[in-house]
């Protein structure tokens, strides 16, 4: 298998034409798409999938037509968290492959005219990186744990949490260190698992070790950085308590004392500097939760970073009126420090949209995401991809709890009960690994099983069976990529409102309508234009058309 896949790449390699590799301001409106490296592809029949197997696949996303490939963490790591534990930030787990990996996905991606931007966890470290290790042995106070926050604990005897904070991933967010004499010791913060001790960003060598890092991966080739947690690497002074419990539901909605912090944005500052030292535009993309959309715009300020994403979008309902106000509130907000808008839809963190929007079945569920992905491909700015999505993949939610990974389903809170809060304890649905073929023990994603089971019946929805199917999924996204390059229109630039009825979105861009109808009934209105593309089949009725239920079409004008 990896021998047919590696020929059909270097045929892909001379038969594709690259796309310019340069270009300033190619992230305005670019389409970038996330690849979960253990789930794409898998090169060596393991389960798990790796650099080699990625890389062997690029030319599905070549003639899908996006512009990048985001991946995500492939460094050294004992796999905590999926990789978001890192040991080694210039070292490529073995699981995933070697350096030589890397750095053959960087050049064969620019070959075929992709640019690559790789995951920085710059909020936490693995407890297995040197500097952890060298931390625990070192004494309170002293200098090796000056780069991570170690407090004594409250009350008489420290045995409670220096303060009341909760971990993203359910529980306290700190742990208590035990001395070399057996003897408990001070606590240490980690807002995510234990095994990923918090950083302390007002310590110079931290700073200075991260803009290491990112010079080393800039040498090698990346064209830039999605930036894990870009909003909560900064703490407030004295780490103050919150006074309420279910913390992680306030993420996103305020200001926290370990989220959102002002002084975030002078590290971003220095890391824009840094990536401008280098040629070829290469940018840093923040994962920042925001409680508004003005707050998020902070981010993407000229001398900041060049994206955040917009998980306001992400969160929004399916219902016009909401997604409308959503999109006002975040154009605005990104046009006032002259930034695009980054659409995104679903990630590796949340629940697939095809699943989020089925309220009634799955087969609602696969229309309004169909129909969501011409909204969002039809916005002005740029856009994230999830891989699979293209597949109108749902998120697989029988799993077994013996086959499920993600650190957060085992974590309990503080009173006892599961560990759900933040991320819910079951992103491992939205993991599932890829189908490519019709056949297989995991549907071409290697030649053995997958790490997580994938579904019976995920043959329909394989890259092989939708290829050439005018009808796939596949082909919707295929069409829409090909029409947004051709068309100058689309990507950055003006957008304008038009009178639609209540359910309804319309919107002109130059030379283009798109119509959204988010109502569970068809709408009949006059022809826009030239009907380019559309979600589901449109009908046509004396100067009008009907355009079906939880359905999205574009129009040339």
């Not at 010791?185 to 095994?195: I, Q, R, S, T, V």
């Not at 106000?325 to 930034?339: H, K, P, R």
Request: with cysteine.
């Amino acid at each position: 298998m990896t021998q047919e896949l590696t020929t059909s790449l270097q045929a892909d390699l001379q038969a594709e034409p690259a796309r310019s590799p340069e270009g300033p301001g190619w992230w305005r409106d670019a389409v970038i798409y996330q690849v979960y490296v253990r789930s794409f592809a898998d090169s060596d029949g393991d389960g798990v999938g790796d650099l080699r197997g990625a890389r062997e696949r690029l030319p599905h996303l070549a003639r899908l037509g996006v512009d990048a490939v985001w991946l995500t963490p492939f460094y050294a790591s004992p796999q905590a968290d999926g990789g978001y534990d890192v040991a080694d930030y210039r070292a490529v787990d073995p699981l995933f492959g070697t350096l030589q990996d890397a750095d053959d996905l960087v050049r064969t991606a620019h070959e075929l005219g992709l640019r690559v931007i790789v995951d920085v966890v710059p909020n936490h470290t693995s407890d297995r990186h040197p500097w952890f290790i060298s931390a625990l042995a070192d004494r309170p106070r002293g200098a090796a744990r000056e780069r991570y926050h170690f407090r004594p604990g409250r009350g008489t005897g420290g045995e409670l949490p220096p303060n009341d904070w909760e971990s993203v991933f359910g529980g306290p967010a700190w742990t208590r260190t035990t001395g070399p004499d057996g003897t408990p010791g001070e606590w240490y913060l980690h807002l995510f698992a234990p095994e990923q001790p918090d950083l302390n960003w007002d310590c110079p060598e931290v700073r200075e070790e991260f803009d290491s890092v990112l010079r080393f991966w800039l040498d090698l080739g990346v064209d830039g950085f999605r930036i894990d947690v870009a909003h909560g690497m900064v703490k407030a002074p004295g780490l103050p308590d919150i006074g309420r419990t279910e913390q992680a539901k306030l993420i996103g909605s305020q200001v926290l004392p370990f989220f959102d912090q002002d002084g975030v944005h002078e590290i971003h500052r220095g890391w824009r500097r840094l990536l401008d030292s280098y040629p070829g535009a290469r940018i840093g993309v923040a994962e920042a939760w925001a409680p508004s959309a003005e707050r998020l715009a902070l981010y993407v300020r000229p001398d900041e970073l060049h994206q955040a994403f917009n998980f306001q979008f992400l969160k929004c309902p399916w219902d016009a009126a909401a997604m409308r106000e959503v999109i006002d509130e975040s154009l605005a907000a990104t046009a006032s420090v002259g930034a695009p808008t980054t659409w995104v839809l679903s990630n590796h963190d949340v629940v697939r949209h095809t699943t989020r929007y089925a309220a009634e079945s799955p087969g609602q569920g696969l229309r309004r995401a169909r129909a969501a992905a011409l909204l969002t491909l039809a916005l002005p700015g740029s856009a994230y991809l999830y891989q699979g999505e293209e597949l109108g993949l749902p998120e697989v939610v029988d799993l077994p709890d013996e086959a499920r990974q993600d650190p957060a389903f085992f974590r309990t809170s503080a009173d006892g009960q599961d560990g759900q809060d933040g991320q819910e304890g079951r992103r491992d649905g939205c993991r599932v690994p890829l189908p490519w073929s019709r056949s297989g023990p995991s549907y071409g994603f290697g030649a053995g099983d997958s790490w997580l089971p994938q579904p019976e019946g995920w043959a329909d929805s394989s890259v092989e069976a939708q290829t050439g199917d005018p009808d796939s999924t596949l082909e919707l996204y295929r069409a829409a990529l090909a029409l947004r390059r051709e068309r100058p229109g689309l990507g950055d630039g003006p957008m304008s409102w038009l009178d639609a009825p209540a359910g309804v979105l319309a919107l002109s861009r130059p030379g283009l309508v798109c119509t959204l109808n988010t109502l569970g009934e068809e709408v009949r209105l006059p022809v826009p234009g030239r009907a380019l593309l559309s979600s589901a089949p449109l009908a046509y009725d004396a100067g009008t058309v009907r355009i079906p239920a939880e359905s999205c079409a574009w129009w040339a004008i």
